[in-house]
């Protein structure tokens, strides 16, 4: 698990600064599906988490009856590169002028915060 605390669910941008925290640099996830494993739990979604290959995934699930929607999004992130580049730690979640910076903001740890 993350060292930062837990998030609550309906902050979708506490939940994104959490995940961006979780510095998953492919392949390792660094507990960001935990955290979010954690989230949905609380939710009262049933939670598994599945290999393929040497992928984890995470298999969140609410109730049984249809309709059905499904998301998909992914918590690894590619490499930094030279963090003197940033003005920011990369792994820190800034907010700055309403702006949320930090690795994976866009792609895709912002977007799994927001349908959280």
Same mark, same amino acid.
């Given at each position: $698990?993350?060292? &930062?605390? /837990?998030? +609550? *669910?309906?902050?979708?941008?506490?939940? *994104?600064?959490?995940?961006?925290?979780? @510095?998953? +640099?492919?392949?390792?996830?660094?507990?960001?599906?935990?955290?979010? =494993?954690?989230?949905?739990?609380?939710?009262?979604? /049933?939670?598994?988490?599945?290999?393929?290959?040497?992928?984890?995934?995470?298999?969140?699930?609410?109730? %049984?009856?249809?309709? &059905?929607?499904?998301? =998909?999004? &992914?918590?690894?992130?590619?490499?930094?590169? %030279? @963090? =003197?580049?940033?003005? %920011?730690?990369?792994?820190?979640? /800034?907010?700055? %002028?309403? +702006?949320?910076?930090?690795?994976?903001?866009?792609? $895709?740890?912002?977007?799994?915060?927001?349908?959280?």
């Amino acid at each position: $698990m993350n060292a &930062h605390a /837990t998030p +609550v *669910a309906d902050d979708p941008l506490a939940l *994104a600064q959490a995940l961006i925290r979780c @510095a998953s +640099v492919t392949p390792d996830d660094a507990g960001a599906q935990d955290l979010l =494993a954690s989230v949905l739990e609380r939710l009262g979604f /049933t939670v598994r988490s599945l290999r393929f290959g040497d992928t984890p995934n995470l298999f969140a699930r609410l109730g %049984d009856a249809g309709p &059905h929607l499904c998301f =998909a999004g &992914h918590t690894d992130v590619v490499p930094p590169g %030279d @963090a =003197a580049a940033w003005r %920011d730690d990369p792994f820190g979640g /800034t907010v700055r %002028d309403g +702006v949320l910076y930090g690795r994976g903001a866009c792609d $895709m740890k912002g977007g799994i915060a927001a349908f959280v």
